[in-house]
């Protein structure tokens, strides 16, 4: 039987012949996982043997990674803001600017009386921000939409395994909550123009799900839907926390530009590019 040792080095090799970026830390988050240890443990273990049904999973794994499929598809899971997810082809993987914004959001809304009030997030898709808002301010009311059933089947699965009681609601954008009002807003909706989706990585355009990505032929469809919808759905004071892509900021200072907007600020990520929009109902 291989060693631990003798593994890593093999499946390193093996991956770096298939171009795979960081060929030796995959192999060894895979591994780590496979043996439920942390990749420290893999080091300290170097001369423990690996059982055929261990080397089995392994292999499996490793050849999704070699054509390029990402680490969270292939073990089905992600960590995200004190949340353990799981995830599917049907879900875009949580980022960490994704992971910022609810950062980000949480520390406003911990500023107001927010207990009992309804927060809802659009375009759900693993349920990351609402979840991760609901475990972070348990006593708000947390909805979750999303138009794909299969997307919201992840993240009632998603709730459930981090115990947070949300409501989940199949539909097109704010039509599940019609004669509804909200306080919070949280959207990552699709924002990637038709043009830019065939220059994404390969990891993500072959991948993920090409209906969370696009928006259409500008990348700004969502963001227009929702400066002429929300108004409708939100208390006065309402807050809106919106991820954005790189270089829209300028864009959603137009598209939001109504009165009815209070404030509105525009924040940038640790790389420096737009991606944050935030805004206050009147």
């Not at 909805?143 to 299969?150: G, T, V």
């Not at 864009?251 to 640790?270: M, N, P, Q, Y």
Request: include cysteine.
């Amino acid at each position: 039987m291989k060693t631990v040792s003798e593994v890593l080095q093999l499946s390193a090799g093996y991956l770096q012949e298939k171009d795979v970026e960081r060929p030796k830390r995959e192999a060894e988050d895979l591994l780590a996982f496979v043996l439920k240890v942390s990749r420290l443990d893999l080091y300290m273990q170097h001369d423990r043997p690996l059982e055929e049904k261990e080397l089995s999973t392994f292999r499996a794994f490793l050849k999704r990674k070699a054509q390029g499929e990402p680490y969270e598809y292939i073990v089905g899971e992600t960590l995200f803001f004190h949340c353990t997810l799981r995830i599917t082809s049907d879900v875009l993987i949580p980022r960490p600017e994704t992971e910022i914004l609810l950062e980000k959001a949480v520390s406003e809304i911990q500023k107001d009386e927010w207990r009992g009030k309804e927060a809802w997030d659009l375009c759900t898709g693993s349920g990351c921000l609402g979840i991760g808002l609901k475990k972070a301010l348990p006593e708000l009311n947390v909805s979750l939409s999303d138009l794909s059933a299969k997307t919201l089947e992840v993240a009632r699965a998603n709730a459930s395994w981090n115990e947070v009681a949300v409501a989940c609601y199949q539909g097109d954008f704010l039509n599940p909550f019609l004669g509804m009002k909200a306080d919070y807003i949280f959207c990552n909706p699709p924002y990637i123009s038709e043009e830019e989706f065939g220059s994404l990585d390969p990891s993500v355009r072959l991948h993920e799900p090409e209906m969370a990505l696009v928006s259409g032929p500008s990348g700004l469809e969502f963001y227009e839907r929702l400066a002429v919808e929300l108004p409708n759905y939100l208390n006065s004071g309402a807050q809106i926390f919106l991820e954005i892509g790189s270089g829209q900021g300028e864009a959603l200072g137009v598209i939001f530009s109504a009165k009815c907007w209070k404030t509105k600020r525009l924040e940038k990520d640790w790389a420096g590019h737009d991606r944050f929009f935030f805004l206050e109902f009147e």
